[in-house]
Protein backbone atom coordinates (compact mmCIF):
# COMPACT_ATOMS: atom_id res chain seq x y z
CA UNK A 1 0.00 0.00 0.00
CA UNK A 2 1.40 3.66 -1.26
CA UNK A 3 0.82 6.45 1.60
CA UNK A 4 2.47 10.06 1.19
CA UNK A 5 4.42 11.55 3.70
CA UNK A 6 5.85 15.29 3.44
CA UNK A 7 9.09 16.12 5.29
CA UNK A 8 9.13 20.09 6.45
CA UNK A 9 11.76 22.27 7.42
CA UNK A 10 11.38 24.55 9.91
CA UNK A 11 10.80 28.41 9.63
CA UNK A 12 13.86 30.93 10.00
CA UNK A 13 15.42 31.68 13.37
CA UNK A 14 17.35 33.74 15.49
CA UNK A 15 20.20 30.91 14.93
CA UNK A 16 20.01 30.68 11.89
CA UNK A 17 20.12 34.27 10.86
CA UNK A 18 23.52 34.99 13.36
CA UNK A 19 24.81 32.00 11.77
CA UNK A 20 25.11 29.70 15.04
CA UNK A 21 24.79 25.78 14.93
CA UNK A 22 21.32 25.04 16.54
CA UNK A 23 21.25 21.14 16.80
CA UNK A 24 19.63 19.94 19.26
CA UNK A 25 19.41 23.59 21.61
CA UNK A 26 16.89 25.62 19.84
CA UNK A 27 16.52 29.35 19.23
CA UNK A 28 13.22 30.96 18.30
CA UNK A 29 11.29 31.50 14.88
CA UNK A 30 12.21 35.56 13.64
CA UNK A 31 9.29 37.29 12.07
CA UNK A 32 10.36 36.30 8.58
CA UNK A 33 10.47 32.62 10.11
CA UNK A 34 6.94 32.97 11.06
CA UNK A 35 5.96 34.46 7.22
CA UNK A 36 7.47 31.63 6.23
CA UNK A 37 5.74 29.01 8.18
CA UNK A 38 2.12 31.53 6.66
CA UNK A 39 3.40 30.79 3.52
CA UNK A 40 3.94 27.45 3.71
CA UNK A 41 0.76 26.93 5.38
CA UNK A 42 -1.00 28.22 2.53
CA UNK A 43 0.88 26.43 0.11
CA UNK A 44 -0.62 22.96 1.98
CA UNK A 45 -3.83 23.84 3.34
CA UNK A 46 -5.78 21.88 0.26
CA UNK A 47 -4.14 18.80 1.74
CA UNK A 48 -6.00 16.68 4.11
CA UNK A 49 -3.33 15.61 6.60
CA UNK A 50 -4.37 12.55 8.50
CA UNK A 51 -1.76 13.45 10.96
CA UNK A 52 0.84 15.27 11.85
CA UNK A 53 4.42 15.09 13.98
CA UNK A 54 6.77 17.88 14.86
CA UNK A 55 10.95 17.51 16.06
CA UNK A 56 10.36 18.35 19.80
CA UNK A 57 12.40 21.52 19.26
CA UNK A 58 10.32 24.71 19.62
CA UNK A 59 11.28 26.57 16.26
CA UNK A 60 9.51 23.05 14.62
CA UNK A 61 6.41 23.24 17.04
CA UNK A 62 6.18 26.66 15.93
CA UNK A 63 6.20 26.32 12.50
CA UNK A 64 3.82 23.13 12.32
CA UNK A 65 1.21 25.26 14.76
CA UNK A 66 1.56 28.11 12.44
CA UNK A 67 1.26 26.20 9.08
CA UNK A 68 -1.95 24.03 10.68
CA UNK A 69 -3.21 27.50 12.24
CA UNK A 70 -3.44 25.64 15.82
CA UNK A 71 -6.53 23.40 13.86
CA UNK A 72 -4.63 20.00 14.49
CA UNK A 73 -3.17 18.12 17.31
CA UNK A 74 0.25 17.31 16.56
CA UNK A 75 2.59 14.80 18.17
CA UNK A 76 6.23 16.07 19.33
CA UNK A 77 8.69 13.04 18.55
CA UNK A 78 12.13 13.58 19.36
CA UNK A 79 13.21 11.16 16.74
CA UNK A 80 12.52 14.05 14.35
CA UNK A 81 14.98 16.46 16.30
CA UNK A 82 17.94 17.56 14.44
CA UNK A 83 21.60 15.83 14.67
CA UNK A 84 23.22 16.66 18.06
CA UNK A 85 26.58 18.85 17.60
CA UNK A 86 27.11 18.20 21.37
CA UNK A 87 29.86 21.31 22.63
CA UNK A 88 29.61 22.90 19.15
CA UNK A 89 25.73 23.59 19.78
CA UNK A 90 25.00 27.58 19.92
CA UNK A 91 29.10 28.45 18.60
CA UNK A 92 29.37 29.75 15.11
CA UNK A 93 28.98 27.97 12.09
CA UNK A 94 32.19 28.76 10.97
CA UNK A 95 33.41 26.07 13.13
CA UNK A 96 31.99 23.35 11.01
CA UNK A 97 34.14 20.91 9.58
CA UNK A 98 34.07 20.06 6.04
CA UNK A 99 33.20 15.92 6.61
CA UNK A 100 30.35 15.87 10.10
CA UNK A 101 30.02 11.88 9.32
CA UNK A 102 31.62 11.25 12.86
CA UNK A 103 33.12 14.42 13.96
CA UNK A 104 30.63 15.44 16.31
CA UNK A 105 31.02 12.49 18.60
CA UNK A 106 34.05 12.88 20.33
CA UNK A 107 32.49 16.16 21.15
CA UNK A 108 29.44 14.42 22.86
CA UNK A 109 27.33 14.73 19.66
CA UNK A 110 25.66 12.28 17.28
CA UNK A 111 26.77 10.68 13.78
CA UNK A 112 25.68 11.13 10.44
CA UNK A 113 24.96 7.50 10.31
CA UNK A 114 23.29 7.85 14.24
CA UNK A 115 20.89 10.22 12.87
CA UNK A 116 19.87 8.84 9.97
CA UNK A 117 19.06 5.85 11.43
CA UNK A 118 17.17 7.53 14.35
CA UNK A 119 15.13 9.48 11.42
CA UNK A 120 14.49 6.67 8.90
CA UNK A 121 13.17 4.30 12.20
CA UNK A 122 11.13 7.07 13.75
CA UNK A 123 9.26 8.05 9.91
CA UNK A 124 9.08 4.25 9.18
CA UNK A 125 7.11 3.66 12.43
CA UNK A 126 5.13 7.04 12.13
CA UNK A 127 3.88 5.81 8.78
CA UNK A 128 3.29 1.79 9.46
CA UNK A 129 0.40 3.35 11.91
CA UNK A 130 -3.41 2.51 10.97
CA UNK A 131 -5.34 5.66 9.49
CA UNK A 132 -1.53 7.23 8.69
CA UNK A 133 -2.54 8.08 4.64
CA UNK A 134 -1.15 11.50 4.28
CA UNK A 135 1.02 12.50 7.00
CA UNK A 136 3.37 16.24 7.66
CA UNK A 137 6.21 16.36 9.88
CA UNK A 138 8.26 19.35 10.69
CA UNK A 139 11.90 18.98 10.74
CA UNK A 140 15.03 20.56 10.27
CA UNK A 141 17.61 20.46 7.33
CA UNK A 142 20.11 18.49 8.61
CA UNK A 143 17.81 15.34 9.60
CA UNK A 144 15.94 15.99 6.26
CA UNK A 145 18.70 16.08 4.24
CA UNK A 146 20.12 13.11 6.05
CA UNK A 147 16.56 11.44 5.49
CA UNK A 148 17.02 12.00 2.02
CA UNK A 149 20.27 11.04 1.71
CA UNK A 150 19.13 7.58 2.53
CA UNK A 151 17.22 6.70 0.08
CA UNK A 152 18.90 8.73 -2.86
CA UNK A 153 21.57 11.39 -3.75
CA UNK A 154 20.32 14.35 -3.20
CA UNK A 155 20.14 16.72 -5.37
CA UNK A 156 23.05 19.22 -5.93
CA UNK A 157 21.71 22.34 -4.52
CA UNK A 158 20.01 20.78 -1.28
CA UNK A 159 23.66 19.80 -0.65
CA UNK A 160 24.38 23.56 -0.90
CA UNK A 161 21.77 24.55 1.69
CA UNK A 162 18.62 23.19 2.85
CA UNK A 163 15.92 26.40 2.55
CA UNK A 164 13.60 26.90 5.77
CA UNK A 165 9.91 26.03 4.93
CA UNK A 166 10.80 23.97 2.24
CA UNK A 167 8.66 20.68 1.72
CA UNK A 168 9.69 17.35 0.39
CA UNK A 169 6.77 15.16 -0.73
CA UNK A 170 7.86 11.01 -0.65
CA UNK A 171 5.78 7.97 -1.60
CA UNK A 172 5.56 5.41 1.54
CA UNK A 173 5.29 1.75 0.16
CA UNK A 174 3.94 -0.24 3.14
CA UNK A 175 5.32 -3.88 1.85
CA UNK A 176 8.91 -3.16 1.94
CA UNK A 177 8.88 0.38 4.26
CA UNK A 178 10.86 2.49 1.95
CA UNK A 179 10.37 6.28 0.63
CA UNK A 180 11.08 7.79 -2.47
CA UNK A 181 11.06 11.43 -2.88
CA UNK A 182 8.02 12.73 -5.31
CA UNK A 183 8.58 16.15 -5.41
CA UNK A 184 10.68 19.26 -3.91
CA UNK A 185 9.01 22.31 -2.48
CA UNK A 186 9.90 25.75 -1.99
CA UNK A 187 6.83 27.97 -1.61
CA UNK A 188 9.42 30.09 0.11
CA UNK A 189 12.48 31.52 -1.98
Known sequence: MKKTFYMMRHGQTLFNIRRKIQGSCDSPLTE????????????????????????????????????????????????????????????????????????????????????????????????KQDGHQTVLAVSHAGACLHFLSHWQDPMPELKKGFPNCMILKYEYESEDESFRLLKVYRPVD
Open 32 to 127: VGIQQAEIAGAFLKDISFDHVYSSSAERACDTLEIVTKNKMPYARLKGLKEMSFGTFEGESEDLNPEDKSTFFLEYGGESREQVTKRLVGTCRAIM
